[in-house]
Nanobody, 125 residues
Framework: QVQLIESGGGLVQAGDSLRLSCASS??????MAWFRQTPGKEQEFVAS????????YYADSVKGRFTISRDNNKNIVYLQMSSLKPQDTAAYYC????????????????????WGQGTQVTVSS
């Protein structure tokens, strides 16, 4: 059974850094991504990474502040978040797919078949 398990969320102050981790058990996925969601809003794409082509994509709102990376040996994807802002407050979800996606499709939640349970990130001002 495939599982995605996120960790690393927490409460931080604006300007701080935080690293999220997502460990996948059972399979190695071609593409892994991070999405986030706040109550009452739609799920928002944050970043994605594919193994074989080494492509990474970022939402404009996090470019230059967030970095997605992968440990292929351990099947773990990380999201290093720096210069955090209160508007980054959200539940962050790890997502995985066996497909390889262009940027357009990599940013769509419907491209991913597997999801973690989410980890909360709260940034205070």
């Amino acid at each position: 059974q495939v599982q995605l398990i996120e960790s690393g969320g927490g409460l931080v102050q604006a300007g701080d850094s935080l690293r999220l981790s997502c460990a996948s058990s059972g399979r190695t996925f071609s593409t892994m991504a991070w999405f986030r969601q706040t109550p009452g809003k739609e799920q928002e794409f944050v970043a994605s990474s594919d193994w074989s082509l080494g492509r990474t994509y970022y939402a404009d709102s996090v470019k230059g502040r967030f970095t997605i990376s992968r440990d292929n040996n351990k099947n773990i994807v990380y999201l290093q978040m720096s210069s955090l802002k209160p508007q980054d407050t959200a539940a962050y979800y790890c997502a995985a797919s066996f497909g390889l996606w262009s940027e357009t499709y990599a940013s769509r939640a419907s491209s991913y078949s597997y999801w973690g349970q989410g980890t909360q990130v709260t940034v205070s001002s």
